[in-house]
């Protein structure tokens, strides 16, 4: 194959004519269409990957009644209208985490599938702010979380890094206050993100948190540009001074934001199915991640929240061949895009380019 090692190579305009939608499911049968290829998740919630079954589980082991009688009532409500009402179902799945062994199973649990899906190095996201608001001490979720991602190359080959993101619609107060715990504990952090809903929660709202991440070194992200504008992008960048942004759709409605993220190479990680599930775009036929391919964009591929929006990262390129004609080659661009786009060493990225290079891509 074409080395993509050393940077994007040039968009491959021969690709397939738009195919329809896969169904949404979420059992990974999707993703025997595509090659499996090394990939970097770079946006992957943990609370989002409690399959119904977990939580059943989880809610037993603790003693708990769930407010659903059976596996079929639980999932009838995974039809969201908006962003606001899958999180509202999010929080309150989160109930069945209590103890440091319900955090590692879960984790266990998405490396486990992540690995079968391609992942070879993951950078994994956690609300601590909406575990402590119900009553689950700091310590319970970072150390459930950190011990499974400890030895998570010896047990999955998957090489992680943990991020706490902090949530936008609560004050900056709250997560400095927070921050600071997780500092003083020496929580194995290696960066800070922005998550939750986004509409009228910009950015800048949040410029002393990251001011003070970056001063301790960590490395920096942000939700922007979902359902919010491109001038949320723009915010994260220049006011946060963010190294890559979460989502990133609405870039498209600002040719010059384009020309700027095409520039700097600036990481966008686009979550296709959250998408279509969340009503941020109407089907995956009109996603605009051929188009951002096509401007040059260090666009990458990834689940988001895969037990509630349909699949997991295979799903997520099984789904787009379906449904755009994505190619061999430009899934092994969004492969390379994610490795180059990681946090991780240059040592582990260089194994990784080298895992995709020597694989035999089709130059459609």
Known sequence: ?????????????????????????????????????????????????????????????????????????????????????????YYANMAVLQTEEDFADMTRAYLERAAAAGVRHAEIMFDPQAHLSRGVALETCVNGVASVLATSMEDFGVSTMLIAAFLRDLSEESALEVFDNLMAMNAPLGAIGLDSAEVGNPPAKFERLFAKARDAGLRLTAHAGEEGPAAYIIEALDILGVERIDHGIRCMDDPDLVERLVDERIPLTVCPLSNVRLRAVDTLADHPLPAMLAAGLNVSVHSDDPAYFGGYVDDNFAHLRAAVGLSEFDAARLAANSIHSSFASEERKAELLAELNGREIQHQ
């Open 1 to 89: 194959m074409e080395s993509l090692a050393a940077g994007i190579p040039e968009h491959d305009e021969t690709a397939p004519d738009h195919g329809e939608d896969l169904p949404l499911d979420s059992d990974g049968m999707a993703g025997v269409l595509f090659e499996l290829l090394p990939i970097a998740e770079l946006h992957l919630h943990i609370e989002g990957t409690l399959q119904p079954e977990l939580i059943f589980a989880l809610a037993a082991r603790n003693g708990m009644d769930l407010p659903y009688t059976d596996l079929d009532e639980l999932r009838a409500l995974y039809q969201f209208t908006d962003l606001q009402s899958f999180l509202d179902l």
